[in-house]
């Protein structure tokens, strides 16, 4: 060890989301506080600045705001029969890196979770008996409720500054909102944006179906908006990219634009980039962490940061492998035995979509955002009967342009060539004129999918790789099927010159190269005990109380939304419980 | 200007067509403080040697040919574009993990597995490829007439050219990069002139629509520009 810094009260490992919810709030009240940050530091200007930043190749393409794999990767098999290999180049999902995290590259696209999906074990069970559940399927409830966590879902959407449409206040259905969504105490901070052409289009085909569309939530500005920390937003110009991208016009919510200039100006915060952090250390006794130990590139050496709380704020990939490899979070999970529990219910996202081709319409697809459309619910985890349909899940329905670059958001007809002249034609002939139809969908939890530490493969620092066993399950698939079989039509009463659909099917295996989502979930899961999880209900480590771990790895199993609601919500949950329950008294919570 | 062996008369005019271009660029440039590129010709290669340029200009100009509306592969400069990328930490792998043990015969869908980077790939494939040519069709793929070059990459698509685990991407890698030089900002040394972007109807770096999302079924109106600020 060649250098310790002097101890703070708070060591936060990773300033994205939930690193800088948790520096802010505690900062808030007068701790020393240090956020160490693996990747480099940037913001709006001038790392997002216009025109650089409006650079398909650079940033939608070679991923250049992502994490990258020769500095940290993991291996994937998708089963215990296979041996697992590196996830050499990015694929299927694309952790972020640098100051802000996922939030600085994501589309905005944030939802709560359906009550139901909080506590979805006991709901299946009272409504169709434990008999439904496959085996394998390992689903469980969430040992905190929606009704709990809704003040800190408001809280949240106001920080973030998400505009939206409420369509269940307090109770009472509301007109031009979800009627399916959990219920909500206050209206969206900022009011829903106008539709597209192709969600207008999708609007009408579903209203006439008898389904319930909506504008889908967006933490992307509408309008002006001065969030609680008294950061600002200014309105979206549609300028199409998000994904994969910063925003270059302060509209898009991100910890840039909702919280660290703010926490900034605290003279009890700081942080350090280009700090990886390697371990979390433990006390003799076993009982607390003593702060971590992490790699500071710029003088090349290894650093020790002691602290009184730890909280883990990394990407929940990363946050996973940290406690594997630093033996926090309980024993580590074995499929086989159903014994342990760090590793368990990683999770995914089922998603699929349909295609439609409309050669005299003209849908402008570089006009858009990432949490663009409408969205309908008719198909979600609350509205399926899952032991007449023969699944577990669900999903929610969008259609919106969000992004129209060319090289990856060229959409043909099946039966174009791949090259040549009939691919110059078909470019020239449909980009423009289409539009598409998007079923996200939920993930169960299952014994097979799990993480644990590679045996072979190595990173930069001599670690172990953390391994990930994944792969699609039949009942998430009937799912899939099932969207397929009921959007079809719904695509088809649109009247396009050509529609095409892409749902996975039985069968399917897992394929590391195209890009999926970003929404890895579960690992160190939440639990009404230590034989159950990795973390209690205030995302607290079972093992360790004055460790805490934020992020999609607290997941039971995924639900069927975009995950940074959940996120979210979860940490200002934590952060309210160590602010009020935990500083005055450090012990385990529960 | 010198010809590429093997080119037929038509690309021989198109050639001509994208040198003469490129003069009057330098003609222009006098006035207009700007570099005009040089003529594929005289384009000095960062990372391709003389054998893999000619392969490349070939290739490519069958991938995305010059022939029908809009611009092919050889007008936008795709192959100045696929040259820059292997000479740049794309083509050298920086950012990917590359630590052994490889299983380069692993199941495609296990993603990236070959010990080589893709500049790599493309020095090791191109001669494999150019002596199946040789064996299959009598020549090097360059000096091929369009027929056979197009027999040649659909077979190449199809995985009936025989090549080792370590390489076997050198088809999608050829293609993506293609395309990627055809539709990327002009600042990489392809999409010359913005000319695929004019060709679709995409508006390049504007990135500002405010008004637009109630425009319901209107086509947008205004050309593109890049990220340099050229206009087109």
Same mark, same amino acid.
Request: no cysteine; proline share 7%; hydrophobic share 30%.
């Given at each position: 060890m060649a250098r310790t810094e002097p101890k703070k009260d708070v060591v936060i490992v990773g300033l994205g989301w939930t690193g800088s919810i948790a520096g802010i709030e505690l900062a808030q009240e007068g701790l020393d506080i240090v956020a160490l940050e693996r990747g480099h530091d940037q913001n709006t200007v001038p790392n997002f600045e216009y025109p650089q930043q409006i650079d398909e190749l650079k940033y *939608?393409?070679?991923?250049?705001?992502m994490q990258k794999p020769s500095q940290q990767t993991l291996t994937v098999r998708r089963s215990g029969d296979e041996t697992a290999l590196p996830y050499r180049s990015l694929g299927s999902f694309l952790p972020g890196n640098g100051v802000g995290g996922a939030g600085t590259h994501w589309n905005g696209l944030n939802w709560r979770p359906m009550p139901e999906e909080l506590r979805l074990r006991s709901y299946v069970t009272e409504n169709w008996g434990e008999d439904i559940i496959p085996e394998g399927m390992t689903i469980g409830d969430y040992p905190v409720s929606y009704d709990e966590l809704e003040p800190f879902f408001t809280q949240f959407e106001k920080v973030a500054g998400i505009a939206g449409k409420a369509g269940n206040l307090n109770g009472e259905i509301q007109e031009g909102g979800n009627p399916f969504e959990g219920w909500r105490s206050e209206e969206f901070p900022m009011p829903a944006h106008k539709p597209t052409f192709d969600s207008a289009k999708f609007g009408e085909a579903a209203s006439a179906m008898g389904y319930h569309p909506f504008t889908a939530s967006a933490g992307i500005a509408s309008t002006s908006y001065t969030n609680p920390y008294g950061m600002q937003m200014g309105p979206c110009n549609f300028c199409g990219f998000c994904e994969r991208f910063g925003c270059y016009q302060y509209s898009k919510s991100s910890p840039q634009t909702a919280i660290l200039g703010a926490l900034k100006q605290y003279p009890n915060f700081e942080y350090r980039t280009n700090s990886e952090v390697l371990k979390i250390e433990t006390a003799p006794d076993g009982q607390t962490a003593t702060g971590v130990t992490y790699w500071d590139e710029e003088a090349q050496e290894e650093v020790f940061q002691p602290a009184d709380i730890v909280i883990l704020s990394s990407y929940q990939l990363n946050n996973v492998h940290l406690m594997l490899l630093s033996g926090i979070g309980g024993p580590v999970y074995d499929p086989v035995t159903g &014994?342990?529990?760090?590793?368990?219910? /990683?999770a995914y996202q089922m998603n699929g979509g349909v295609s439609m081709f409309f &050669?005299? &319409?003209?849908?402008?697809?570089?006009? *858009?955002? *990432?949490?663009?459309g409408i969205a309908l619910d008719d198909f979600a985890i609350n509205q399926n009967d899952f032991g007449a349909l023969g699944f577990i899940g669900g999903s929610y329905w969008r259609s919106g342009t969000f992004n129209g670059q060319p090289i990856r958001s060229m959409r043909l007809p099946s039966?174009?060539?791949?090259?040549g002249a009939g691919w110059k034609e078909g470019i020239k002939k449909w980009y423009g004129h289409s539009m598409s139809i998007g079923s996200h969908g939920s993930h169960m939890a299952y014994a097979n999918n799990h993480l644990d530490l590679d045996p072979t493969y190595t990173d930069r620092h001599g670690r172990p790789l953390m391994r990930m066993t994944f792969n699609w399950q039949d009942n998430d698939l009937r799912m899939n099927q099932y969207m397929k079989s009921k959007m079809e039509p719904l695509a088809a009463s649109m009247n396009p010159d050509l529609m095409q659909s892409g749902f996975k099917g039985p069968g399917a295996q897992y394929d590391?190269?195209? /890009?999926?989502?970003?929404?890895n979930t579960g690992g160190h899961i939440m639990s009404t005990n230590a034989r159950e999880g990795s973390v209690n209900r205030y995302s607290q480590a079972w093992d360790k109380h004055n460790v805490f771990v934020m992020g999609a *790895?607290?997941?039971?199993q995924n639900t069927q939304y975009n995950p940074t609601g959940l996120v979210g919500g979860l940490a200002y949950h934590t952060v309210n419980a160590i602010r009020t329950q935990y500083l005055s008294n450090p012990r385990p919570l529960v | 200007m010198t010809d590429l062996p093997g080119y037929p008369s038509r690309r021989n005019f198109l050639k001509g067509s994208a040198a003469g271009f490129a003069l009057t660029g330098i003609a222009a440039s006098a006035e207009a403080q700007t570099e005009a590129p040089v003529s594929l010709d005289e384009y000095q290669t960062e990372y391709l040697n003389e054998a893999e340029w000619a392969f490349i200009m070939a290739a490519t100009a069958r991938l995305i040919p010059s022939e029908g509306d809009g611009p092919g592969a050889i007008e936008t400069r795709v192959p100045v574009f696929i040259d820059r990328q292997l000479a740049s930490d794309y083509g050298t792998a920086d950012d990917w993990y590359m630590e052994g043990p490889h299983d380069a015969d692993a199941e495609p869908n296990r993603g990236w597995q070959t010990p080589l980077n893709p500049a790599e790939v493309y020095r090791q494939a191109i001669p494999v490829f150019d002596a199946w040519c040789q064996d299959t069709h009598g020549a090097g793929f360059a000096e091929l007439d369009e027929e056979r070059q197009d027999a040649a990459l659909t077979s190449l698509s199809n995985g009936d050219v025989a090549l080792a685990p370590e390489v076997r991407d050198f088809w999608s890698l050829l293609l993506s990069n293609t395309k990627e030089g055809y539709f990327a900002d002009p600042q990489y040394g392809g999409n010359a002139g913005m000319q695929s972007w004019v060709y679709i109807g995409f508006p390049g770096a504007r990135a500002a629509y405010r008004e637009w999302p109630e425009r319901h079924n209107i086509e947008y109106p205004l050309g593109p520009v890049s990220i340099s600020g050229e206009r087109a």
């Open positions: *939608g393409v070679r991923v250049k705001m &014994e342990g529990v760090l590793g368990k219910n /990683y &050669e005299d &319409e003209q849908f402008n697809p570089f006009v *858009g955002h *990432g949490a663009n039966g174009t060539p791949a090259w590391v190269r195209p /890009y999926q989502t970003t929404h *790895g607290n997941f039971v | -």
